[in-house]
């Protein structure tokens, strides 16, 4: 079901159920991590998260689930959480473009990712209230956090889905994109960050994951920079950067740390 290619330092994972809108099980799941596993030995500088067909994910595979023996929590804390940390600190920035449906752990593996492109078109939402469960993978801390709570709530009662144009506008992600034009759209951007200064991207996440997790003050997110921008300081992509400033022509970037 996961597919990995690597090609000139971009690493492209692509989920590949179609007929079953790539919804995704344990086997998938650890499948996935290891996708990111082998991805991250070859030292790429940029990893692309996509799903073949008309969507991205529709969340776990279910089809075959009796809710009366099945461990739910189990699969959510030993399946879901693990590859949602596994993608979170991948060294490299990682981006993924989605179409269709992104629900449940569709939308935490999205969740997981640094930067998310959607297709206009695509469905985001809270299916649970058919289900009779509770939105899970992320959802909540997703929806209270840019939505408010309010229309966090809203989405979880009524099941509604709204569109990746609206999920884009509402801040949820971070752009929409014609759905005929995402993929390429986005493999173009992947290349792009795949030649940049590679630390320093680390660094901003790294201060970004403090802001939204521990919810640090402005005066410690600034000592935060400086004290990256020190640790940057002693590295070839830094060094590069201002000699090609000073010599007027673009910087030629390694992404190596040493």
């Known amino acids: 079901m996961i597919e990995l290619s690597i090609e000139a330092d971009v690493a492209e994972v692509t989920l590949n159920a179609p007929d079953r809108l790539n919804s995704i099980d344990d086997d998938g799941l650890r499948?996935?991590?290891e996708a990111y596993d082998e991805a991250e030995q070859a030292g790429v500088r940029a990893l692309l998260l996509r799903g073949e067909g008309r969507a991205f994910c529709a969340g776990r595979n279910i089809s075959q689930i009796d809710p009366a023996t099945n461990d739910v929590r189990g699969f959510l804390e030993n399946a879901v959480m693990p590859a949602m940390k596994r993608m979170a600190a991948f060294p490299a920035p990682t981006f993924a473009a989605a179409?269709?449906?992104?629900?449940?752990?569709?939308?935490?593996l999205l969740i997981a990712t640094d930067v998310v492109y959607l297709a206009d078109t695509a469905k985001i939402g809270s299916p649970f209230a058919k289900l009779g469960a509770v939105l899970d993978s992320g959802g909540h801390s997703l929806f209270v956090e840019r939505l408010g709570a309010h229309r966090a709530l809203d989405l979880i009662y009524?099941?509604?889905?709204?569109?990746?144009?609206?999920?884009v506008s509402s801040g949820l992600f971070s752009r929409a994109v014609p759905a005929d034009d995402l993929l390429e759209f986005t493999r173009g951007r992947v290349r792009q960050v795949a030649a940049g200064a590679t630390q320093s991207f680390l660094e901003s996440r790294k201060l970004v994951a403090q802001l939204r997790d521990q919810r640090i003050g402005l005066w410690q997110s600034i000592h935060g920079e400086n004290v990256a921008q020190a640790d940057l300081a002693s590295t070839p992509d830094y060094a590069e950067g201002f000699a090609a400033f000073q010599a007027k022509r673009p910087p030629h970037f390694t992404g190596r740390s040493s």
């Open 158 to 167: 009524t099941g509604d889905l709204i569109s990746g144009t609206e999920a």
């Open 99 to 108: 179409q269709g449906a992104c629900l449940g752990v569709g939308l935490g």
């Open 31 to 33: 499948q996935l991590g």
